[in-house]
């Protein structure tokens, strides 16, 4: 069993696990976290459970899958009705806070397993995006086209609230967490940044020359791969078709790495306060994100896919028992932190969780690895049937429950551009890949399932027709402030 500690977990919104300068990027500047890596743990092969906002959360609260719990997509969202890590750590007596986004149904913290939410972030109106349910035939997200136009320099409602995060969070460290001395204490953080509007303050921005970063691989249209949950996916979630030239592309990826470095600015005040107040030497401290950011390549924006900018998120682990600069290629998930939770802390682990498919990230960190398949899914805005990621050895396999699966050698093709899943060479690989999905899931089940709860959730809000007229917003807003309808 592992020291027991305090355990921060910091989590930031749609960071694309490319950017990061311990993972080798040229450019970004991203200190503090690569200081964390430096005296922690890495993990090169991290996946979210799903790459979009609340059923990554979903899943990284309760520790399982999301064809098991069912929350499904930015509209049917964690309700408190299965038992999360924070459940099952205030049952044996340790305090549990969360600062910052969520995204649940909504704020009522005992039911969503914390003892205080602070500045929460949940669905828009305890109803979140409801044309992501429709699933039959993929509406148009209009608000899409947005996001090329408004990026650039300045402060939106996103880049106020992280300061507000972190700054409740500083206080909480100072404050609270030095009067806690009975058993170790779980905080969670909930960053916004990177995820769009694709504003950067000024002080970040200019960290990089708009003519200098770097063009997305294959963004060119005739580069662009073709399939068709992709393609469709495309017209679904048209945010390249608003880009109109070069010089807007680099403003948004501009855009977006100052919003990493602003991101990584205030990881490093969290840092520093848990240095100040003499609580690092007790505490171990993970950073991750709920998914990436395709961030131009393909020709793809935001998230939704099981390409590796997309379904690859960082993660770190730094503290005590945590090997120092060690990079650890085994693959995890957010799944993972529910086990990791459990035994930072210390607790006794209840005999309801024996079969869930996290492990702890303490042991993984140290060469305690199991052989697992861990699995990424996706039913949500855009997908036009569901989408299941897995990992054999270096074999990423995607498998469709409607259309033909893709297959990558990420040894030897890490940035996915030879799909091998229709190629005959590799039809045995396939075979098994199917194999080890079905072992975990029942692909065409889940997806079943999926559409009859959205299906039920559409007509529980009054038919396609009121949810198409009513329309949606483009993303959450903070706590205080109204959603932007389209």
């Not at 959360?57 to 719990?69: D, E, M």
Request: charged share 25%.
């Amino acid at each position: 069993m592992a020291k027991a500690t305090n355990l921060v977990f910091i989590m930031s919104d749609e960071h694309n696990k490319r950017v990061l300068g311990c993972a080798g990027h040229p450019m970004i500047k991203t200190p503090n976290l690569d200081a964390l890596a430096a005296r922690g743990t890495r993990f090169t092969s991290a996946y979210t459970n799903c790459p979009i906002c609340v059923p990554a959360r979903a899943s990284f609260a309760t520790g399982q899958y999301v064809h098991k719990i069912r929350y499904w997509d930015n509209a049917i969202a964690y309700d408190g009705k299965i038992p999360t890590w924070g459940h099952r750590l205030m049952e044996q007596g340790h305090h549990v806070t969360s600062i910052g986004k969520l995204h649940y149904l909504d704020s009522d913290a005992k039911r969503n397993g914390f003892d205080e939410e602070i500045l929460p972030l949940h669905i828009v109106n305890g109803v979140g995006d409801l044309l992501g349910l429709i699933r039959e035939e993929l509406p148009r997200r209009a608000g899409s086209l947005k996001l090329g136009p408004e990026a650039g320099r300045g402060e939106s409602e996103y880049t106020k609230y992280d300061r507000d995060i972190a700054e409740e969070t500083v206080k909480w460290l100072k404050q609270k967490a030095t009067a806690i001395k009975d058993k170790p204490w779980a905080l969670y953080v909930g960053f916004v940044s990177p995820h769009f509007p694709l504003i950067a303050p000024d002080k970040f921005y200019d960290l990089y020359p708009e003519d200098g970063v770097p063009w997305p691989n294959m963004y060119e249209k005739d580069e662009r791969p073709q399939h068709p949950f992709i393609d469709a996916l495309r017209k679904c979630q048209c945010f390249d078709e608003g880009f109109f030239d070069a010089a807007m592309v680099r403003r948004a990826i501009t855009a977006y790495f100052g919003l990493t470095s602003f991101m990584d600015d205030n990881v490093g005040k969290i840092l520093r306060t848990l240095e100040e107040t003499g609580l690092m030497n007790d505490t171990r401290v993970i950073y991750s994100t709920d998914h990436g950011d395709n961030l131009g390549t393909r020709g793809l924006w935001g998230k939704s896919t099981m390409y590796e900018e997309s379904a690859g998120i960082p993660m770190i682990m730094a503290g005590p028992e945590i090997p120092a600069g060690k990079v650890c290629d085994t693959p995890v998930t957010l799944a993972d932190g529910f086990p990791t939770f459990i035994d930072a802390l210390g607790a006794k682990p209840h005999a309801d969780d024996a079969k869930l498919p996290g492990t702890s990230l303490i042991g993984i960190a140290n060469g305690n690895a199991p052989r697992r398949t861990v699995l990424s899914e996706y039913h949500a805005a855009g997908a036009m049937c569901g989408a299941f990621m897995i990992r054999v050895g270096k074999w990423k396999y995607i498998h469709y429950a409607t259309t033909p699966p893709m297959l990558f050698d990420l040894e030897n093709d890490p940035e996915e551009r030879r799909d091998l899943g229709r190629n005959a060479e590799f039809q045995a690989v396939v075979k098994e890949c199917e194999a080890q999905l079905r072992s975990v899931v029942n692909p065409e089940a889940a997806d079943k399932q999926a559409k009859s709860d959205q299906k039920a959730m559409i007509e529980k809000n009054g038919g396609e027709d009121a949810i198409l007229k009513r329309g949606t917003f483009r993303y959450s807003p903070p706590p205080g402030t109204k959603a932007s309808y389209y």
